[in-house]
């Protein structure tokens, strides 16, 4: 596999054409503790940038369920720790409309998995007749860039993650791991939270995982396409 | 019985009802048998038959008196019944009955010339008529039969004929029988044998049929009777073909069968003819890499001696569709513009999508072995040197082509352009000039160049142009009203490659102040390089036009779709946006059929070009020279209808001009093809077998024209039929009946005193 991508000549970057050409998340504010891993996306926009080409600000954009703005970010981050609060009428019109037409949401508990659960029910909610299901280790989520046989995070409270469906794409990922608290790095370069039960390791897999929601959610089933089986099977051997 | 009645007949002349008559002949009997019961005792038989006797005598004469019975003197003649010959007209007729014979109709009028005498002698009897046939029944003179007819029928159906003759009585006179001189080379009722249906019609005629064969012998012919294909074929797939062909005296032989498209080759087989066989099936398999309709020609050589040339080949029409639009996209990075633009065409059934995303550069850093990874290799020379031409349409979305060495194959991207195929650039930081293109083959095909500024971020609205306002690609609605408010509905754009129109590009979309050389900068530009097509959208924020204008206008991502879609229609030139389309009525023709076409013609903005000069001509495509060429005008609707009269067997090219004022608007063009023969004229085969099964089934004779002789026609006997005047006679007012019955009823008076009964 030594043509793996052939790797000549420096492509320019993207920011030039501003920042709706680059990978920018957007983090959900809503009543309540929001943003509870500050520094997590940025760490992780900064991974994103530097391990793959997808070009990305590590500045995330802060905006409320029900903004409009909302759709020229269509990947949206939410996390809590504790219950996240009954949504509005207009927050679960929104972000239905988010989802339908290619938004693509992250749920991330860093608590106790109330706000994991409590996720689950409000996405219930926007989209009648779903329900969560489990991610099966097939799914291509876990071989859009990285091959991961499971999802780790700060901690490895659940050994799955939960999704909702719109058709065939994953429109939603909930995880009980606290991804964030994996990725959280202060100014000074510290972890800010210790990764447990598998140390840094474990702590490279959840960027590892991040990065597949990064890329599965900008190339959704691509690693599914014929041309790309053999190769993937044989490392999966 | 005099001289105006030759036959007569015994009648009853009674006015007595039937009825009455019949009891009265009941009476009669039961007087004999009453009187038979008095003189049962009788032992003397003289006197018992005696009584008996005068009692039987008297109720006849009794019974005669009443019956008034009377001669009906007649005057009759004999009616002359029909005796049918039929002689084939059809084409088969002008071949030869063998290698170098005479023609058939030829010996069918020897023969007829040679029997004529003896059905000269059948006439006191029969009334001959006679006929000639081939798909309908025509009578003719004895004479001209005799002096050969000119076959010229497009068919030969026997059963149709006998049918038409009618098996019962046609003006009074019955049909006796009927005489057939063919080849037997019926292809309609009888193309089978005489099997089912067919059988019991003829049966059902009850007549006999005597049939006289014409021309046994071998001809010495090879031709290709059949093509079974289907009318159409996708583009890119196999397509099989099974032919049937049929030779006969040509001996032991290879013959080299061509099958070519417009004079090009595409497959060939080698048939081993037999003197054993005579009927061959060859199978031909070949993949049309290229869309539209197309004339096939199946071809063997042209042998001495042989019977019909015109048979050795046969053309057919084949219209070769895309299946769906297989697509190419190639994407430099994942960006939100690449996510929406590969998920519609992913969804889109009419799109066969192979997508390659460069997911890692050479700077990033993975921070894990290639084992942990899903890269796959970038097939390169995969790509874009053996699969190129498989591609209906190429994309590159931002991609940089110098990491891949791919300089070498950018050529070959502008040889499929140029050869027909479609590509498009989407804007992005490593697209355009800033991707370093225009110095490329790619900075050829593509309708922009860079303008040599470097890339625009600020928020623009994209003006739709005049261009633009007709043009099947910025459509969104029917109306150029309405489908600039739905231009002004769309948000606003950041990010712009920024460069300026080629000449003959088409700017559709530009941006609304941003100037370059004193032009407002393109936006969206398509373009034409030789057969081929391109486009150029320079922003990489089209998806704006899906989940933004969805979200924020609180409309939906139509839009977006119907762009995509419109452009891919365009780009790989969707028959229905093109500006000419002809339209052949029919693309197989028998013939002598002429050759009528609808030619439908729209101006640059796709409107009808109502008026239009439109120049049509039939062209030959083994040759190229034009044969017909007609001046029409395009209706309101813009369109018009030519008609050629049949320009004979061969492949052709309907292609039409179409200009307004001289200026011209474009070309297209439609194929036909008129077949080399019918069955009628291209199958030499003589079938007796089938004429002796028509005799033997209807009790007729059958005889081999060479022959020369009349057969047994076992004719039903003519009629003899009552005409003319009858006149009736009566017998019982002569004196002798009542003086019998009195003497026999006094006699036995006076026997029956004396002998002691009363």
Redesign the interface.
């Given at each position: 596999?030594g043509?793996?991508?052939?790797?000549?000549?420096?492509?320019?970057?993207?920011?030039?054409?501003?920042e709706?050409?680059?990978?920018v998340i957007a983090q959900g504010r809503y009543d309540g503790n929001w943003n509870p891993r500050p520094t997590a996306l940025r760490r992780l926009a900064f991974e994103i940038g530097?391990?793959?080409?997808?070009?990305t600000l590590p500045e995330e954009k802060i905006l409320p369920l029900d903004s409009?703005?909302?759709?020229?970010f269509?990947f949206l981050y939410l996390a809590g720790t504790d219950a996240l609060p009954s949504l509005s009428q207009a927050e679960l019109d929104?972000l239905r409309?988010?989802v339908n037409?290619?938004?693509f949401i992250f749920c991330d508990d860093a608590g106790d998995g109330r706000f994991a659960a409590s996720c689950e029910r409000e996405v219930a909610r926007m989209l009648p007749g779903q329900s969560a299901g489990r991610i099966p280790s097939d799914h291509v989520l876990y071989?859009?860039?990285?091959?991961i046989d499971r999802p780790a995070g700060r901690t490895l409270a659940r050994p799955y993650l939960s999704a909702f469906m719109d058709g065939s794409?994953i429109a939603v990922v909930i995880s009980a791991n606290d991804l964030g608290g994996a990725w959280a790095r202060d100014e000074l370069g510290s972890w800010e939270y210790e990764v447990v039960p598998g140390g840094e390791s474990q702590r490279?897999y959840a960027f590892?995982l991040g990065v597949n929601l990064a890329?599965y959610?900008?190339?959704?089933?691509?690693?599914d396409?014929q041309?790309?089986l053999p190769?993937?099977m044989k490392?999966r051997r | 019985m005099g001289e105006l009645y030759d036959d007569w007949r015994i009648v009853s002349l009674s006015p007595w009802p039937t009825w009455a008559l019949a009891l009265l002949g009941l009476l009669a009997v039961a007087g004999v048998v009453l009187a038979a019961r008095g003189l049962r005792k009788e032992r003397r038989t003289g006197r018992r038959w005696s009584l008996l006797a005068l009692r039987t005598i008297s109720m006849l004469a009794a019974l005669f008196v009443v019956l008034e019975p009377g001669v009906r003197l007649l005057q009759t003649s004999k009616v002359r019944s029909r005796l049918a010959i039929l002689v084939d007209g059809s084409a088969s007729m002008q071949l030869p009955t063998a290698a170098k014979g005479s023609s058939r109709s030829a010996e069918a009028a020897a023969w007829l010339s040679a029997v004529a005498p003896r059905l000269a002698a059948l006439e006191s009897d029969y009334s001959l008529e006679y006929y000639r046939f081939d798909e309908a029944l025509t009578p003719i003179e004895g004479s001209a039969a005799q002096a050969g007819i000119d076959a010229d029928g497009e068919s030969t159906d026997i059963l149709g004929a006998l049918r038409s003759l009618g098996g019962t009585s046609q003006a009074g006179r019955k049909l006796a029988g009927a005489i057939v001189i063919s080849d037997g080379a019926d292809h309609v009722d009888l193309k089978s044998g005489l099997v089912g249906a067919a059988r019991k019609t003829l049966e059902s005629l009850q007549i006999p049929i005597s049939t006289v064969a014409v021309g046994a012998g071998e001809v010495k012919d090879l031709a290709i009777e059949s093509i079974a294909v289907e009318d159409f074929a996708f583009v890119r797939n196999t397509v099989d073909l099974q032919a049937t062909i049929v030779a006969s005296g040509m001996g032991r032989l290879d013959v080299p069968v061509v099958l070519r498209r417009e004079g090009q080759v595409v497959s060939q087989q080698t048939l081993h003819v037999v003197p054993e066989e005579s009927r061959y099936r060859l199978d031909f398999s070949f993949v049309p890499d290229e869309i539209g309709e197309f004339v096939f020609t199946l071809g063997a050589p042209v042998y001495e001696g042989e019977a019909i040339e015109s048979n050795n080949s046969r053309s057919f029409v084949l219209k070769v569709i895309r299946d769906r639009v297989r697509t190419l996209l190639v994407v430099g990075r994942p960006s939100w513009d690449q996510r929406f633009l590969r998920t519609m065409l992913k969804n889109d059934p009419n799109v066969d999508l192979i997508s390659f995303f460069i997911l890692r550069t050479p700077q990033d850093q993975p921070k894990a072995a290639e084992s942990e990874l899903s890269l796959i290799p970038f097939p390169v020379e995969e790509i874009f040197d053996r699969q190129l031409k498989s591609f209906d349409l190429v994309i590159f979305q931002n991609f940089a082509y110098r990491p891949y060495r791919m300089d070498h194959y950018l050529p070959n991207i502008r040889r499929y352009v140029e050869e027909g195929g479609a590509f498009v650039m989407l804007g992005g930081e490593n697209s355009f000039g800033e991707g370093g293109y225009d110095l490329t083959p790619l900075g050829e095909i593509l309708p922009v160049e860079p303008a040599g500024s470097g890339p625009n971020e600020e928020l623009f609205a994209p003006r739709l142009t005049d261009s633009g306002l007709r043009h099947p690609i910025t459509e969104l609605a029917a109306s150029a009203e309405a489908n600039q408010g739905a231009w002004g509905r769309l948000p606003r754009l950041p990010g712009l490659n920024v460069t300026k129109a080629k000449p003959g590009a088409s700017v559709l979309l530009d941006h609304p102040h941003l100037t370059v050389g004193g032009e407002n900068a393109p936006v969206l530009a398509v373009g034409e390089f030789g057969r081929g097509r391109s486009m150029a959208l320079t922003t990489d924020s089209s998806w704006f036009w899906s989940i933004v204008a969805s979200g924020e206008g609180g409309g939906t991502s139509r839009a977006y779709e119907r762009i995509w879609s419109n452009s891919i229609r365009w780009l790989v030139r969707d028959p229905e946006l093109t500006p000419v389309l002809v339209q052949a009525v029919q693309r197989s023709l028998e013939p002598g059929q002429p050759v009528a076409a609808t030619i439908t013609v729209r101006r640059a903005d796709y409107g009808p070009a109502s008026g239009a000069a439109v120049e049509v001509s039939l062209v030959d495509v083994e040759s190229g020279h034009t044969l017909r060429a007609d001046p029409l005008t395009a209706g309101a609707d813009g369109t018009a209808r030519v008609e050629f009269e049949s320009p004979g067997p061969g492949a052709y090219k309907l292609e039409a001009k179409a200009s307004v004022d001289g200026r011209p608007l474009g070309v297209g063009q439609d194929v036909v093809a008129v077949r080399a023969a019918s069955l009628e004229r291209s199958d030499v085969k003589t079938r007796p077998e089938l004429l002796r099964a028509i005799s033997e089934l209807t009790g007729g004779a059958f005889v081999q024209a060479s022959d020369r002789q009349l057969p047994a026609l076992s004719l039903t006997p003519p009629e003899v039929v009552e005409v003319g005047r009858a006149k009736d006679r009566p017998i019982w007012d002569r004196f002798w009946p009542l003086a019998v019955l009195a003497a026999c009823l006094g006699s036995e008076w006076i026997l029956r005193r004396r002998w002691g009964y009363v």
């Open positions: 596999m043509l793996l991508v052939v790797l000549a000549g420096l492509p320019l970057r993207a920011e030039a054409f501003g709706t050409s680059r990978l530097i391990r793959t080409s997808i070009s409009a703005e909302l759709f020229r269509p929104n409309r988010y037409y290619g938004g071989k859009a860039f990285y091959l794409r490279e590892r890329m959610s900008m190339c959704s089933d691509y690693k396409d041309v790309h190769f993937i490392r | -």
